[in-house]
Every structure is written in C-alpha cells, then in structure tokens.
C-alpha cells in the first residue's frame, strides 16, 4: 500500500517558517512521480501551492507564494519538502502532498485531478 505521510505543521506567528516534510512508503519509486504541495483552508476548495517535477528540475508555484515557498524532492530518499518563509495569516490551512505518474520528465502537475496519491495532511496555523 502506497503511503505519504506528512510531517511539520504547527501554530506560529506571522513572519515565521515552517518546513514540511513529506515521506513516500517504499513501494513508490519516487522517480516516477511528480509531486506536489496543496492547501485547503476551511470552507475553501483545495488549491495547488507548489509542484516540482519528477526530476526535481523544473518547479512551479501559486503567485502568492513565489518568492517565499520552495518545494525539493530528493527520489533518493523518496521525499518531497516545502519550506516556508515568511508566513502570513492567509497561509493557514491544511496541507497536502501528493504524487503524480509522470511520463515527461519536467512536467509539473498543477491540478488536482493529475494526482494519484494523497497524505493525510498536515495542519499550518498564522498568527497575526
């Protein structure tokens, strides 16, 4: 059974950093996958963050994020991380890593339905 688990999450105060972290079960060759970061927050539809291709090159994000998130993979260790500067209130939500079957090697999925395999989520709280 394919697993992502996501760690990292928690309360802190605007300005501040967090990293997640995103540990794929072996049975997934991460090398094959892109993957990607989304967010959900209450009473709002999932939205894409952050997604890196399958080897590692090329990666995208949500405009309002570029400049202080950046996503890395390492296949190796079959991880996906977000670090992220500079918080802000309006990036509180649940967020989500997921992976993608990817023929092209520098293709990034940036929509939901591209994703085969989903985390749990991790729960990133601003305080203002």
């Known amino acids: 059974q394919v697993l992502l688990v996501e760690s990292g999450g928690g309360l802190v105060q605007a300005g501040d950093s967090l990293r997640l972290s995103c540990a794929a079960s072996?049975?997934?060759?991460?090398?094959?996958?892109?993957k990607g970061w989304f967010r959900q927050a209450p009473g709002k539809e999932r939205e894409f963050v952050a997604g890196?291709?399958?080897?590692?090159?090329?990666?995208d994000y949500k405009e309002s994020v570029k400049g202080r998130f950046t996503i890395s993979t390492n296949n190796a260790e079959n991880t996906v991380t977000l670090q992220m500067n500079s918080l802000k209130p309006e990036d509180t939500a649940v967020y989500y890593c997921?992976?993608?079957?990817?023929?092209?090697?520098?293709?990034?999925?940036?929509?939901?339905?591209?994703?085969?395999?989903w985390g749990q989520g991790t729960q990133v709280t601003v305080s203002s």
């Open positions: 997921a992976a993608a079957r990817s023929i092209g090697s520098e293709y990034i999925f940036t929509r939901i339905g591209g994703y085969n395999y």
């Open positions: 890196i291709s399958r080897n590692g090159i090329a990666s």
């Open positions: 072996a049975e997934l060759t991460f090398s094959d996958y892109g």
